[in-house]
Protein backbone atom coordinates (compact mmCIF):
# COMPACT_ATOMS: atom_id res chain seq x y z
CA UNK A 1 0.00 0.00 0.00
CA UNK A 2 1.60 3.28 -0.76
CA UNK A 3 2.00 6.20 1.56
CA UNK A 4 -0.67 8.51 -0.67
CA UNK A 5 -3.49 5.62 0.15
CA UNK A 6 -2.42 5.51 3.46
CA UNK A 7 -3.05 9.26 4.44
CA UNK A 8 -6.42 9.37 2.29
CA UNK A 9 -7.21 6.59 4.89
CA UNK A 10 -7.17 9.52 7.64
CA UNK A 11 -8.50 12.20 5.29
CA UNK A 12 -11.49 13.84 6.53
CA UNK A 13 -12.46 16.49 4.42
CA UNK A 14 -9.91 18.51 2.36
CA UNK A 15 -6.85 16.10 0.53
CA UNK A 16 -3.97 15.52 2.54
CA UNK A 17 -0.37 16.26 0.84
CA UNK A 18 1.28 13.09 0.44
CA UNK A 19 5.14 13.67 -0.89
CA UNK A 20 5.53 17.20 -0.66
CA UNK A 21 3.99 20.15 1.29
CA UNK A 22 2.78 23.14 -0.55
CA UNK A 23 2.45 26.49 1.73
CA UNK A 24 -1.85 26.30 1.70
CA UNK A 25 -1.69 22.74 2.96
CA UNK A 26 0.49 23.58 6.14
CA UNK A 27 -2.90 24.27 8.03
CA UNK A 28 -4.31 20.83 7.12
CA UNK A 29 -1.57 18.71 8.91
CA UNK A 30 -2.12 20.59 12.37
CA UNK A 31 -0.94 17.75 14.75
CA UNK A 32 -3.98 16.90 16.89
CA UNK A 33 -1.68 16.44 20.08
CA UNK A 34 0.76 19.01 20.74
CA UNK A 35 2.77 18.47 22.97
CA UNK A 36 3.03 21.10 26.37
CA UNK A 37 6.65 22.50 27.11
CA UNK A 38 7.70 19.77 29.58
CA UNK A 39 6.34 16.43 29.44
CA UNK A 40 5.07 14.92 32.36
CA UNK A 41 4.03 11.42 33.45
CA UNK A 42 0.97 13.23 34.57
CA UNK A 43 0.29 14.85 31.39
CA UNK A 44 0.92 11.34 29.70
CA UNK A 45 -1.38 9.29 31.71
CA UNK A 46 -2.29 10.92 34.47
CA UNK A 47 -6.06 9.60 34.86
CA UNK A 48 -5.61 7.17 32.35
CA UNK A 49 -7.09 3.40 32.57
CA UNK A 50 -6.12 2.42 28.80
CA UNK A 51 -9.89 2.95 28.25
CA UNK A 52 -10.76 2.48 24.68
CA UNK A 53 -7.23 0.64 24.10
CA UNK A 54 -7.12 -2.18 21.74
CA UNK A 55 -4.33 -3.99 22.89
CA UNK A 56 -2.78 -7.43 21.26
CA UNK A 57 -1.27 -9.97 23.06
CA UNK A 58 0.69 -12.29 20.31
CA UNK A 59 2.24 -15.36 22.44
CA UNK A 60 0.99 -18.82 23.75
CA UNK A 61 -3.05 -17.85 24.30
CA UNK A 62 -4.69 -16.11 27.32
CA UNK A 63 -6.77 -17.94 29.86
CA UNK A 64 -10.08 -17.27 30.09
CA UNK A 65 -11.47 -15.98 32.80
CA UNK A 66 -7.94 -15.51 35.11
CA UNK A 67 -9.02 -13.25 37.89
CA UNK A 68 -5.81 -11.56 37.09
CA UNK A 69 -6.53 -10.89 32.93
CA UNK A 70 -10.30 -10.66 33.66
CA UNK A 71 -12.05 -9.92 30.56
CA UNK A 72 -10.55 -11.00 26.90
CA UNK A 73 -12.51 -9.28 24.14
CA UNK A 74 -11.14 -11.88 21.81
CA UNK A 75 -9.03 -15.24 21.31
CA UNK A 76 -7.61 -16.20 17.92
CA UNK A 77 -5.11 -18.69 16.70
CA UNK A 78 -3.06 -19.18 13.69
CA UNK A 79 -3.49 -22.94 12.65
CA UNK A 80 -3.30 -24.70 9.39
CA UNK A 81 -6.46 -25.55 7.41
CA UNK A 82 -6.76 -29.48 6.00
CA UNK A 83 -5.12 -27.68 2.93
CA UNK A 84 -2.14 -26.52 4.91
CA UNK A 85 -2.98 -23.45 4.76
CA UNK A 86 -2.55 -20.64 7.62
CA UNK A 87 -5.93 -19.27 8.65
CA UNK A 88 -6.84 -17.37 11.91
CA UNK A 89 -9.81 -18.91 13.65
CA UNK A 90 -11.56 -18.57 16.83
CA UNK A 91 -9.81 -20.25 19.41
CA UNK A 92 -10.84 -22.15 22.68
CA UNK A 93 -8.10 -23.53 23.99
CA UNK A 94 -6.45 -21.01 26.53
CA UNK A 95 -3.41 -20.90 26.89
CA UNK A 96 -0.59 -24.19 25.91
CA UNK A 97 2.13 -22.79 28.03
CA UNK A 98 1.02 -19.55 30.57
CA UNK A 99 3.47 -17.22 29.14
CA UNK A 100 0.59 -15.65 27.31
CA UNK A 101 -1.55 -15.31 30.51
CA UNK A 102 1.17 -13.62 32.27
CA UNK A 103 1.41 -10.95 29.75
CA UNK A 104 -2.14 -10.43 29.32
CA UNK A 105 -2.01 -9.85 33.69
CA UNK A 106 0.77 -7.85 33.37
CA UNK A 107 -1.27 -5.19 30.76
CA UNK A 108 -4.40 -5.74 33.15
CA UNK A 109 -2.57 -4.46 35.83
CA UNK A 110 -0.91 -1.28 34.38
CA UNK A 111 -3.97 -0.26 32.12
CA UNK A 112 -7.33 -2.03 33.74
CA UNK A 113 -9.70 -0.70 31.48
CA UNK A 114 -7.81 -1.59 27.96
CA UNK A 115 -9.43 -4.15 26.06
CA UNK A 116 -7.27 -7.16 25.36
CA UNK A 117 -7.12 -9.51 22.57
CA UNK A 118 -4.90 -13.23 22.58
CA UNK A 119 -3.71 -13.83 19.41
CA UNK A 120 -1.81 -17.69 20.01
CA UNK A 121 0.70 -18.44 17.87
CA UNK A 122 2.16 -21.00 19.63
CA UNK A 123 1.26 -25.19 19.99
CA UNK A 124 1.69 -25.44 16.23
CA UNK A 125 5.20 -27.05 17.25
CA UNK A 126 8.63 -25.57 16.63
CA UNK A 127 8.54 -26.17 12.37
CA UNK A 128 5.68 -23.92 11.78
CA UNK A 129 6.35 -21.01 14.22
CA UNK A 130 8.18 -18.57 11.87
CA UNK A 131 5.41 -18.94 9.48
CA UNK A 132 2.79 -18.62 12.26
CA UNK A 133 4.10 -15.49 14.14
CA UNK A 134 4.32 -13.80 10.54
CA UNK A 135 0.84 -14.46 10.33
CA UNK A 136 -0.47 -13.70 13.74
CA UNK A 137 1.28 -10.35 13.10
CA UNK A 138 0.09 -9.50 10.31
CA UNK A 139 -3.67 -10.21 11.09
CA UNK A 140 -3.18 -7.99 13.96
CA UNK A 141 -1.66 -5.24 11.66
CA UNK A 142 -4.65 -5.35 9.58
CA UNK A 143 -7.06 -5.54 12.71
CA UNK A 144 -5.57 -2.14 13.81
CA UNK A 145 -4.54 -2.79 17.55
CA UNK A 146 -3.13 0.22 19.02
CA UNK A 147 -0.63 -1.55 21.05
CA UNK A 148 1.04 -5.43 20.04
CA UNK A 149 2.72 -7.01 22.73
CA UNK A 150 5.56 -9.64 20.97
CA UNK A 151 7.26 -11.43 23.90
CA UNK A 152 8.92 -13.46 20.81
CA UNK A 153 11.84 -13.32 18.39
CA UNK A 154 13.58 -15.46 15.66
CA UNK A 155 17.03 -15.67 13.91
CA UNK A 156 15.79 -17.28 10.91
CA UNK A 157 17.00 -14.53 8.34
CA UNK A 158 14.57 -16.25 5.94
CA UNK A 159 11.94 -14.06 8.09
CA UNK A 160 13.80 -10.58 8.16
CA UNK A 161 12.43 -8.99 4.84
CA UNK A 162 9.27 -9.93 5.43
CA UNK A 163 9.20 -9.34 9.42
CA UNK A 164 10.71 -5.45 8.52
CA UNK A 165 8.28 -5.08 6.41
CA UNK A 166 5.31 -6.00 8.04
CA UNK A 167 7.19 -3.57 11.13
CA UNK A 168 7.05 -0.54 9.01
CA UNK A 169 3.64 -0.92 7.91
CA UNK A 170 2.69 -1.02 11.14
CA UNK A 171 4.57 1.83 12.11
CA UNK A 172 2.89 3.96 9.49
CA UNK A 173 -0.76 2.51 10.23
CA UNK A 174 -0.30 3.51 14.02
CA UNK A 175 -0.26 -0.14 15.21
CA UNK A 176 2.54 0.08 17.99
CA UNK A 177 4.80 -2.99 18.37
CA UNK A 178 6.11 -3.60 21.68
CA UNK A 179 9.11 -6.43 21.06
CA UNK A 180 11.45 -8.23 23.92
CA UNK A 181 14.92 -7.83 22.71
CA UNK A 182 17.32 -10.74 23.18
CA UNK A 183 19.63 -10.79 26.19
CA UNK A 184 21.81 -12.91 24.65
CA UNK A 185 24.61 -12.60 22.31
CA UNK A 186 22.44 -13.64 18.95
CA UNK A 187 20.91 -11.34 15.88
CA UNK A 188 17.30 -11.76 16.14
CA UNK A 189 14.39 -9.93 14.92
CA UNK A 190 11.80 -7.39 15.30
CA UNK A 191 13.10 -6.48 17.76
CA UNK A 192 16.01 -4.76 16.31
CA UNK A 193 13.74 -2.95 14.12
CA UNK A 194 13.79 0.91 14.84
CA UNK A 195 10.39 0.97 14.10
CA UNK A 196 9.05 -1.60 16.76
CA UNK A 197 9.78 -0.49 20.68
CA UNK A 198 12.14 -2.73 21.75
CA UNK A 199 12.23 -3.90 25.69
CA UNK A 200 15.26 -5.41 28.15
CA UNK A 201 14.48 -5.80 31.97
CA UNK A 202 15.54 -3.90 34.84
CA UNK A 203 16.02 -4.87 38.49
CA UNK A 204 14.15 -2.64 40.26
CA UNK A 205 10.06 -3.33 41.86
CA UNK A 206 7.92 -0.32 40.73
CA UNK A 207 6.12 -1.31 37.46
CA UNK A 208 6.21 2.03 36.48
CA UNK A 209 9.93 2.25 37.02
CA UNK A 210 11.39 2.28 32.98
CA UNK A 211 14.70 4.13 31.53
CA UNK A 212 15.23 5.01 28.10
CA UNK A 213 18.52 3.45 26.22
CA UNK A 214 20.46 6.05 24.88
CA UNK A 215 22.65 3.31 23.55
CA UNK A 216 20.31 0.90 21.22
CA UNK A 217 19.30 -0.88 19.97
CA UNK A 218 17.41 -1.81 23.27
CA UNK A 219 15.72 1.05 23.66
CA UNK A 220 13.90 0.96 26.79
CA UNK A 221 14.37 -1.00 30.13
CA UNK A 222 10.98 -2.28 31.99
CA UNK A 223 10.24 -4.10 35.26
CA UNK A 224 11.53 -7.72 33.97
CA UNK A 225 12.75 -9.09 37.51
CA UNK A 226 11.09 -11.89 39.98
CA UNK A 227 7.75 -10.64 39.14
CA UNK A 228 4.46 -12.47 40.63
CA UNK A 229 2.18 -13.37 37.17
CA UNK A 230 -0.69 -15.00 36.00
CA UNK A 231 -0.18 -18.09 35.17
CA UNK A 232 -2.20 -21.07 33.80
CA UNK A 233 -5.62 -22.75 36.41
CA UNK A 234 -6.11 -19.27 37.60
CA UNK A 235 -2.90 -19.55 39.12
CA UNK A 236 0.29 -17.32 39.84
CA UNK A 237 3.85 -18.00 39.20
CA UNK A 238 6.71 -15.99 39.84
CA UNK A 239 9.31 -15.18 36.89
CA UNK A 240 11.65 -13.21 35.39
CA UNK A 241 12.70 -12.40 31.63
CA UNK A 242 12.51 -9.61 29.09
CA UNK A 243 9.69 -11.27 27.96
CA UNK A 244 7.65 -9.82 31.32
CA UNK A 245 9.72 -6.53 30.93
CA UNK A 246 7.81 -6.47 27.72
CA UNK A 247 4.14 -5.97 28.55
CA UNK A 248 4.58 -3.54 31.58
CA UNK A 249 5.83 -1.26 28.42
CA UNK A 250 3.10 -1.81 26.32
CA UNK A 251 0.82 -1.27 29.62
CA UNK A 252 2.25 2.09 29.82
CA UNK A 253 1.90 2.73 25.77
CA UNK A 254 -1.80 1.96 26.64
CA UNK A 255 -2.20 4.42 29.01
CA UNK A 256 -0.66 7.14 27.51
CA UNK A 257 -2.90 5.96 24.32
CA UNK A 258 -6.04 5.99 26.48
CA UNK A 259 -5.03 9.53 27.42
CA UNK A 260 -4.19 10.78 23.60
CA UNK A 261 -5.44 8.31 21.05
CA UNK A 262 -4.27 10.28 18.19
CA UNK A 263 -0.54 9.77 18.79
CA UNK A 264 1.82 8.29 16.30
CA UNK A 265 4.42 5.33 16.88
CA UNK A 266 7.09 8.51 16.54
CA UNK A 267 5.19 10.79 18.76
CA UNK A 268 4.74 8.10 21.30
CA UNK A 269 8.01 7.08 21.12
CA UNK A 270 9.00 10.14 22.19
CA UNK A 271 6.49 10.81 25.21
CA UNK A 272 8.25 7.80 26.06
CA UNK A 273 11.48 9.31 26.30
CA UNK A 274 10.51 12.12 27.88
CA UNK A 275 8.23 10.12 30.92
CA UNK A 276 11.49 7.77 31.57
CA UNK A 277 12.58 7.73 35.11
CA UNK A 278 16.19 8.43 33.64
CA UNK A 279 14.98 11.36 31.57
CA UNK A 280 12.45 13.48 33.56
CA UNK A 281 13.26 15.32 36.50
CA UNK A 282 12.90 14.67 39.86
CA UNK A 283 9.34 15.12 41.01
CA UNK B 1 29.47 -28.38 5.63
CA UNK B 2 28.99 -30.99 3.64
CA UNK B 3 28.41 -34.57 5.38
CA UNK B 4 32.22 -35.81 3.87
CA UNK B 5 33.49 -32.24 5.33
CA UNK B 6 31.63 -33.20 8.26
CA UNK B 7 32.97 -36.40 9.02
CA UNK B 8 36.55 -35.10 8.45
CA UNK B 9 35.91 -32.83 10.92
CA UNK B 10 34.79 -34.67 13.73
CA UNK B 11 37.48 -36.77 13.31
CA UNK B 12 35.10 -40.01 12.07
CA UNK B 13 34.95 -42.55 14.56
CA UNK B 14 34.60 -42.58 18.22
CA UNK B 15 33.79 -38.38 17.97
CA UNK B 16 30.03 -39.02 18.58
CA UNK B 17 31.24 -40.27 22.53
CA UNK B 18 33.93 -37.33 22.93
CA UNK B 19 30.83 -34.96 21.76
CA UNK B 20 28.58 -36.59 24.50
CA UNK B 21 31.10 -35.96 27.01
CA UNK B 22 31.62 -32.50 25.77
CA UNK B 23 27.53 -31.97 26.00
CA UNK B 24 27.82 -33.73 29.64
CA UNK B 25 30.79 -31.54 30.96
CA UNK B 26 28.56 -28.58 29.99
CA UNK B 27 25.76 -28.98 31.76
CA UNK B 28 27.70 -30.35 34.79
CA UNK B 29 29.63 -26.71 34.74
CA UNK B 30 25.98 -25.24 34.04
CA UNK B 31 24.86 -26.93 37.25
CA UNK B 32 27.88 -26.00 39.29
CA UNK B 33 28.55 -22.14 38.16
CA UNK B 34 24.62 -21.62 39.08
CA UNK B 35 24.95 -24.58 42.56
CA UNK B 36 21.79 -25.58 41.29
CA UNK B 37 20.33 -29.01 41.97
CA UNK B 38 20.55 -30.05 37.89
CA UNK B 39 20.85 -28.96 34.56
CA UNK B 40 19.74 -30.77 31.38
CA UNK B 41 19.83 -29.99 27.79
CA UNK B 42 17.07 -30.57 25.11
CA UNK B 43 17.77 -31.40 22.25
CA UNK B 44 15.32 -30.56 19.02
CA UNK B 45 13.79 -33.45 16.77
CA UNK B 46 13.05 -31.40 13.66
CA UNK B 47 11.47 -34.24 11.92
CA UNK B 48 9.57 -35.56 15.40
CA UNK B 49 8.76 -32.33 16.12
CA UNK B 50 9.75 -33.39 19.75
CA UNK B 51 12.53 -32.23 22.16
CA UNK B 52 14.60 -34.99 23.54
CA UNK B 53 16.74 -35.11 26.79
CA UNK B 54 20.49 -35.26 25.25
CA UNK B 55 22.38 -34.77 28.60
CA UNK B 56 21.44 -34.39 31.97
CA UNK B 57 23.80 -33.12 35.32
CA UNK B 58 22.58 -34.30 39.16
CA UNK B 59 19.03 -35.06 40.27
CA UNK B 60 17.65 -37.12 37.03
CA UNK B 61 21.13 -38.26 35.52
CA UNK B 62 20.62 -41.15 33.83
CA UNK B 63 17.29 -41.81 34.07
CA UNK B 64 16.25 -39.52 31.58
CA UNK B 65 17.88 -39.17 28.60
CA UNK B 66 16.09 -40.23 25.57
CA UNK B 67 12.92 -38.84 26.90
CA UNK B 68 10.43 -36.53 25.05
CA UNK B 69 8.32 -33.89 24.93
CA UNK B 70 6.39 -31.99 22.14
CA UNK B 71 8.30 -29.52 21.15
CA UNK B 72 5.96 -26.56 21.02
CA UNK B 73 4.22 -26.48 24.25
CA UNK B 74 5.00 -26.04 27.90
CA UNK B 75 7.70 -23.86 29.26
CA UNK B 76 10.99 -25.49 27.28
CA UNK B 77 8.33 -25.17 24.05
CA UNK B 78 8.01 -21.95 24.88
CA UNK B 79 11.71 -20.96 24.81
CA UNK B 80 12.21 -22.72 22.28
CA UNK B 81 9.43 -21.18 19.75
CA UNK B 82 10.15 -18.06 20.91
CA UNK B 83 14.09 -17.81 21.12
CA UNK B 84 13.46 -15.69 24.65
CA UNK B 85 14.86 -17.09 27.84
CA UNK B 86 12.86 -17.59 31.16
CA UNK B 87 13.19 -18.03 34.33
CA UNK B 88 10.01 -19.83 36.49
CA UNK B 89 10.75 -19.59 40.69
CA UNK B 90 7.16 -21.37 42.08
CA UNK B 91 6.92 -24.32 39.20
CA UNK B 92 5.10 -25.89 42.29
CA UNK B 93 1.92 -23.59 41.51
CA UNK B 94 2.17 -24.66 37.78
CA UNK B 95 0.50 -27.99 38.32
CA UNK B 96 -0.05 -28.50 34.90
CA UNK B 97 3.13 -28.85 34.64
CA UNK B 98 3.97 -30.30 37.63
CA UNK B 99 1.95 -33.03 37.05
CA UNK B 100 3.41 -33.47 33.59
CA UNK B 101 6.54 -33.44 34.54
CA UNK B 102 6.46 -35.95 38.31
CA UNK B 103 4.52 -38.35 35.81
CA UNK B 104 7.37 -38.30 32.82
CA UNK B 105 10.24 -37.80 34.86
CA UNK B 106 9.52 -38.32 38.64
CA UNK B 107 11.52 -35.01 39.76
CA UNK B 108 9.44 -31.92 40.12
CA UNK B 109 11.50 -28.61 40.10
CA UNK B 110 10.74 -25.53 41.67
CA UNK B 111 12.54 -23.63 39.62
CA UNK B 112 13.98 -23.40 36.33
CA UNK B 113 15.73 -21.26 33.92
CA UNK B 114 15.93 -22.08 30.47
CA UNK B 115 17.00 -20.59 27.77
CA UNK B 116 17.14 -22.05 23.69
CA UNK B 117 20.27 -22.90 21.79
CA UNK B 118 21.12 -20.94 18.88
CA UNK B 119 23.86 -22.13 16.36
CA UNK B 120 23.88 -19.08 13.64
CA UNK B 121 20.14 -19.07 12.94
CA UNK B 122 19.00 -21.99 13.94
CA UNK B 123 17.45 -23.18 17.68
CA UNK B 124 18.79 -26.76 18.03
CA UNK B 125 17.37 -27.26 21.98
CA UNK B 126 17.44 -25.86 25.26
CA UNK B 127 19.35 -25.26 28.48
CA UNK B 128 17.73 -25.59 31.78
CA UNK B 129 18.94 -24.84 34.94
CA UNK B 130 17.12 -26.43 37.63
CA UNK B 131 16.30 -25.51 41.31
CA UNK B 132 19.21 -23.09 41.81
CA UNK B 133 19.72 -22.14 45.40
CA UNK B 134 16.12 -20.42 47.21
CA UNK B 135 18.32 -18.10 49.25
CA UNK B 136 20.33 -16.27 46.61
CA UNK B 137 18.09 -13.67 45.35
CA UNK B 138 17.97 -14.17 40.83
CA UNK B 139 20.05 -10.92 39.73
CA UNK B 140 19.80 -10.12 35.78
CA UNK B 141 23.35 -10.72 35.32
CA UNK B 142 22.60 -14.47 36.23
CA UNK B 143 20.28 -14.85 33.35
CA UNK B 144 23.26 -12.89 31.22
CA UNK B 145 25.56 -15.66 31.95
CA UNK B 146 23.16 -18.25 31.43
CA UNK B 147 22.81 -17.40 27.96
CA UNK B 148 26.54 -16.67 27.30
CA UNK B 149 26.71 -19.99 28.57
CA UNK B 150 24.15 -21.57 26.19
CA UNK B 151 26.40 -20.05 23.59
CA UNK B 152 29.20 -23.01 24.57
CA UNK B 153 26.04 -25.32 25.31
CA UNK B 154 24.44 -25.10 21.19
CA UNK B 155 28.25 -25.01 20.04
CA UNK B 156 28.61 -28.21 21.71
CA UNK B 157 25.54 -29.58 20.54
CA UNK B 158 26.01 -28.25 17.20
CA UNK B 159 29.37 -30.66 17.07
CA UNK B 160 27.70 -33.46 18.50
CA UNK B 161 25.23 -33.40 15.70
CA UNK B 162 27.33 -33.09 13.02
CA UNK B 163 29.51 -36.10 14.08
CA UNK B 164 25.77 -38.06 14.20
CA UNK B 165 24.99 -37.26 10.70
CA UNK B 166 28.28 -37.69 9.43
CA UNK B 167 28.56 -40.95 11.17
CA UNK B 168 25.18 -41.98 8.90
CA UNK B 169 26.62 -41.04 6.31
CA UNK B 170 29.36 -43.26 6.57
CA UNK B 171 27.52 -46.45 8.22
CA UNK B 172 25.95 -48.90 6.21
CA UNK B 173 24.50 -48.20 3.11
CA UNK B 174 25.41 -44.01 3.93
CA UNK B 175 26.59 -42.43 0.29
CA UNK B 176 29.97 -42.10 2.03
CA UNK B 177 30.26 -45.62 3.53
CA UNK B 178 32.13 -47.32 0.30
CA UNK B 179 34.71 -44.54 0.98
CA UNK B 180 34.74 -45.06 5.23
CA UNK B 181 35.26 -49.12 4.25
CA UNK B 182 38.13 -48.79 1.73
CA UNK B 183 40.03 -46.16 5.30
CA UNK B 184 39.03 -48.43 7.51
CA UNK B 185 41.00 -51.49 5.52
CA UNK B 186 44.31 -49.36 4.78
CA UNK B 187 47.00 -49.87 7.37
CA UNK B 188 48.33 -46.99 8.82
CA UNK B 189 51.20 -46.24 6.20
CA UNK B 190 49.07 -46.91 3.52
CA UNK B 191 46.34 -44.67 4.60
CA UNK B 192 49.07 -41.90 4.33
CA UNK B 193 49.63 -42.93 0.93
CA UNK B 194 46.05 -43.00 -0.25
CA UNK B 195 45.15 -39.38 1.76
CA UNK B 196 48.19 -38.39 -0.82
CA UNK B 197 46.34 -39.96 -3.82
CA UNK B 198 42.99 -37.67 -2.91
CA UNK B 199 45.21 -34.80 -2.21
CA UNK B 200 46.45 -34.68 -5.77
CA UNK B 201 43.21 -36.09 -7.05
CA UNK B 202 41.82 -33.00 -5.28
CA UNK B 203 44.85 -30.56 -6.75
CA UNK B 204 43.58 -31.62 -10.55
CA UNK B 205 40.13 -31.15 -10.35
CA UNK B 206 40.95 -28.09 -8.82
CA UNK B 207 42.93 -26.54 -12.06
CA UNK B 208 40.81 -28.52 -14.43
CA UNK B 209 37.64 -26.76 -12.60
Not at chain 1, 51 to 62: F, H
Not at chain 1, 150 to 176: I, N, P, Q
Not at chain 2, 123 to 142: W, Y
Request: aromatic content about 6%; charged content about 25%.
Amino acid sequence: MSAAIELHEHEDEEELPAWSLPAEAVDRIRVPVTLPEQVTREWAWGGSTGAGVRVCILDSGVELEHPLVGRVDRSVAVLRDDDGELQVVDDAEGDLCGHGTACAGVVRALAPDAELTSVRVLGAGYKGGGETMLRGLAWAIEEGFQVVNMSLSTTRTKYVERLHELADHAYFKRVLLVASAHNMPVESFPWRFASVISVGSHEETDPLTFYYNPTPPVEFFGRGLDLDLAWLDGGTLRATGNSFATPHIAGICALILGKHPDLTPFQLKSVLYQTASNAREAA
Amino acid sequence: MSDLEAAVAAGVLGADEAHRALLQATVEVARAIFGAKAASVFLLDEEADELVFEAVAGEGEGDLIGMRFPAGNGIAGWVLTTGEPLVVDDLSSDTRWSRTQAESTGYVPKSMMSVPLLVDERALGVLSVLDRPTESKLRLAEVDLLGLFANQAAIALDLLQRARRARAALAGEGRLAPLARVAARLEEDERDTALELLTALDRLLAATS
